[in-house]
């Protein structure tokens, strides 16, 4: 009868532990699921602050390229305009 006894309380123990663990691997899998969406947010938001900032550095250096270009001709018109100038006097 004590043996009895002793293989009922080792069955509930096992079933215990079993549902402990899957409950344990529930609550692992959700703590999982959370740490990647945040992950994915976060790679996410770094990638979009840094196209920004790469748009921004690239606005900006074309807004240079075109000033120097636009500076460079309006400085050559202006010499030669000088130079055609001083030709016809």
């Known amino acids: 009868m004590l043996g009895g006894l002793g293989k009922l309380a080792a069955e509930g123990l096992a079933h215990r532990t079993e549902k402990a663990t899957e409950e344990a691997v529930h609550i692992v899998e959700g703590v999982v699921k959370e740490v990647v969406e945040h992950a994915k947010e ?3 938001k770094a990638i979009s602050e840094a196209l920004k900032k790469a748009q921004e550095t690239g606005d900006k250096v074309v807004k240079e390229v075109t000033e120097t270009v636009t500076n460079t001709v309006t400085n050559a018109v202006t ?4 130079g055609l100038g001083k030709l016809g006097q």
């Open 79 to 82: 010499h030669a305009a000088e």
């Open 42 to 44: 976060a790679g996410e």
